[in-house]
């Protein structure tokens, strides 16, 4: 049986490679997003060196199934998505959701000319703490370091895990000064936040 890394190097060396909506190739919750910034297990990477198969930044420029993407570093990557790339925007998506000024994350198998050949991709995807200093409507006012971030719940897609519970799309356990961990998707250029999942110890 061949593995993934075997499949995406097939994928893009093979020619043939098309563009496709998620699949179940890989682990894509969002919380897989910050266990890629890690090295793979099966990688050697030196202590302080980057991990080849990662890469980070904002997309410039999307031409057919390639992503040019700038790297917070100002190191450009160039992506290919192919047959068996899962894409996450809130929640699995198909390619044509990726827009040039998306953030990513992506890890995959760097090929021999330097483009990765993505395994997962997570576009806007942020993680973060705070306490809420207000809600209204839908929209939950957080406080992180100082900042308010105005955290969106999208209906249908946002749910909430308090401490050990199952997650619920019940929001009206949260509670004004509670503090919260949100994984959610970054709106672009705003201090907005769509919320996939809200972590509540209480």
């Known amino acids: 049986m061949r593995?993934?890394?075997d499949v995406l190097r097939s994928a893009v060396l093979g020619g043939g490679a098309s563009v496709v909506a998620a699949t179940?190739?890989?682990s894509l919750g969002p919380e897989a997003a910050f266990a890629a910034t890690a090295p793979a297990p099966?990688?050697?990477?030196?202590?302080?060196a980057p991990d080849p198969d990662f890469a980070e930044g904002r997309i410039?420029?999307?031409k057919e199934n390639t992503l040019l993407v700038l790297g917070s570093n100002l190191v450009f990557h160039t992506i290919r998505v192919v047959d068996g790339t899962s894409l996450w925007k809130l929640g699995p998506v198909?390619?044509?959701?990726?827009?040039?000024?998306d953030g990513l994350y992506a890890r995959g198998v760097r090929m021999p000319d330097g483009m990765l050949a993505a395994e997962s991709v997570w576009l806007n995807?942020?993680?973060?703490k705070g306490h809420i200093k207000n809600i209204t409507g839908q929209t939950l006012h957080l406080d992180h370091n100082?900042?308010?971030?105005?955290?969106?719940?999208v209906a249908g897609k946002s749910v909430a895990i308090h401490s050990e519970s199952p997650p619920t799309e019940d929001l009206s356990?949260?509670?004004?000064s509670q503090h919260v961990q949100i994984l959610g998707a970054w709106r672009p250029d705003t201090n907005e936040v769509d919320i996939a999942t809200v972590f509540s110890p209480h």
């Open 173 to 176: 356990m949260l509670k004004v």
């Open 146 to 153: 100082g900042h308010e971030v105005l955290c969106h719940v």
């Open 125 to 128: 995807i942020v993680n973060i």
């Open 42 to 48: 099966a990688q050697k990477v030196e202590p302080g």
């Open 60 to 62: 410039r420029s999307i």
């Open 24 to 26: 179940a190739m890989g």
């Open 94 to 101: 198909a390619f044509d959701q990726a827009k040039p000024g």
């Open 3 to 5: 593995s993934r890394r």
